[in-house]
Nanobody, 116 residues
Framework: QVRLVESGGGLLQPGGSLRLSCEASGILFRIYQMDWYRQAPGKQREQVATITSGGSTNYADSVKGRFTISRDNAKNTVYLQMNSLKPEDTSVYYC??????????WGQGTQVTVSS
C-alpha cells in the first residue's frame, strides 16, 4: 500500500519560515520524481516545486528564491523549506510522487496559514 504522509504545517506570521516533510512508503522512493503542490480555497491546485530522481529542482516563479525542495532517499522523505512566507502562501500543501508508466500518488495535505 502506497502512503505519502505530509507533516510540518501550521500557523505563522508573515516573514516566518516553515519546513514541510513528506514521508513515503510502499514505493521505491529513489526512482520517483517528487513534487509539492498547493491549493488555496477557490483556486486551482498549483505546482510549487519539483525534485527529480536525479536531484534536479524546479520552482514556480511565485516561490523562487524563497522555497527549497530537497530529498533524503535513505529516509524516503522529501522536504520543502519555506522562508519569507507571505499571506498568499496560505494553502493546503500536497506531496506528489510520479514516475513514467502513469504511476502517481498523492498525500492527504497539510495546512499552512500565514497571517498576522
Amino acid at each position: 500500500q502506497v502512503r505519502l504522509v505530509e507533516s510540518g504545517g501550521g500557523l505563522l506570521q508573515p516573514g516566518g519560515s516553515l519546513r514541510l516533510s513528506c514521508e513515503a512508503s510502499g514505493i521505491l522512493f529513489r526512482i520517483y520524481q517528487m513534487d509539492w503542490y498547493r491549493q488555496a480555497p477557490g483556486k486551482q491546485r498549483e505546482q510549487v516545486a519539483t525534485i527529480t530522481s536525479g536531484g534536479s529542482t524546479n520552482y514556480a516563479d511565485s516561490v523562487k528564491g524563497r522555497f527549497t525542495i530537497s530529498r533524503d532517499n535513505a529516509k524516503n522523505t522529501v522536504y520543502l523549506q519555506m522562508n519569507s512566507l507571505k499571506p498568499e502562501d496560505t494553502s493546503v500543501y500536497y506531496c506528489h510522487a510520479v514516475r513514467p508508466g502513469n504511476y502517481n500518488y498523492w498525500g492527504q495535505g497539510t495546512q499552512v496559514t500565514v497571517s498576522s
